[in-house]
T-cell receptor, first 115, second 117 residues
Framework: NAGVTQTPKFRILKIGQSMTLQCAQD?????MYWYRQDPGMGLKLIYY???????DKGEVPNGYNVSRSTTEDFPLRLELAAPSQTSVYFC??????????????FGSGTRLTVV | AQTVTQSQPEMSVQEAETVTLSCTYD???????LFWYKQPPSRQMILVIR??????QNATENRFSVNFQKAAKSFSLKISDSQLGDAAMYFC??????????????FGKGTRLSVIA
């Protein structure tokens, strides 16, 4: 049982390049989330999804896009990378029902540097 | 909008001693959940403890316990018998409780805990 798998773990991008951060979970969780973590700023929600085909913006969606074609996968797309997108990105998933006080299952993060 | 505030950017504790990390939150909701997450240098986010707002009893998980003061909107984490492995960034988080489904977590900025041998 792998949980939440994020790839790649590290990446350096040049300004203006694009890339996709991959996230997959094998727990049959309906809910999936993307956060970014900047030093001293905690985690901020970029996008989330409540199920296949349904996505919604979080607090800091600008410069990002997501899609959710399957329950398992929730990729995050960066178009025209900017230095302000240098951050650590976390994907997470959770149940949509049952013990609603459960927390999330997090991936191990992707450290992205834009130069 | 809900906000979570951790007023201590850094804390330190001697090994085997007790330390308390502070967290306050702002919400107009009456039903919600509160969490403490630990992030060691490995970057992995680890759930430490959780509390349902409708429960008056404070949650406890081994050496970790919380002091939940709903009226004051305060949710502090107490770590007893601190160990070197407790050194990490600790995040307080909040989530609205809804009848069905889930809501995104809102995080504080974190408190970096150092444990001194």
């Amino acid at each position: 049982n792998a949980g939440v798998t994020q790839t790649p773990k590290f990446r350096i991008l040049k300004i203006g390049q694009s890339m996709t951060l991959q996230c997959a979970q094998d727990m049959n969780h309906n809910y999936m989330y993307w956060y970014r973590q900047d030093p001293g700023m905690g985690l901020k929600l970029i996008y989330y999804s409540v199920g296949a085909g349904i996505t919604d913006k979080g607090e800091v969606p600008n410069g990002y896009n997501v899609s959710r074609s399957t329950t398992e996968d929730f990729p995050l797309r960066l178009e025209l990378a900017a230095p302000s997108q240098t951050s650590v990105y976390f994907c997470a998933s959770s149940y949509s029902s049952g013990p609603a006080n459960y927390g999330y299952t997090f991936g191990s993060g992707t450290r992205l540097t834009v130069v | 909008a809900q906000t979570v505030t951790q007023s201590q950017p850094e804390m330190s504790v001697q090994e085997a001693e007790t330390v308390t990390l502070s967290c306050t939150y702002d919400t107009s909701e009456s039903d919600y959940y509160l969490f403490w997450y630990k992030q060691p240098p490995s970057r992995q986010m680890i759930l430490v403890i959780r509390q349902e707002a409708y429960k008056q009893q404070n949650a406890t998980e081994n050496r970790f316990s919380v002091n939940f003061q709903k009226a004051a909107k305060s949710f502090s984490l107490k770590i007893s018998d601190s160990q070197l492995g407790d050194a990490a960034m600790y995040f307080c988080a909040y989530r609205i409780a809804i009848y069905s489904g889930n809501t995104p977590l809102v995080f504080g900025k974190g408190t970096r805990l150092s444990v001194i041998a």
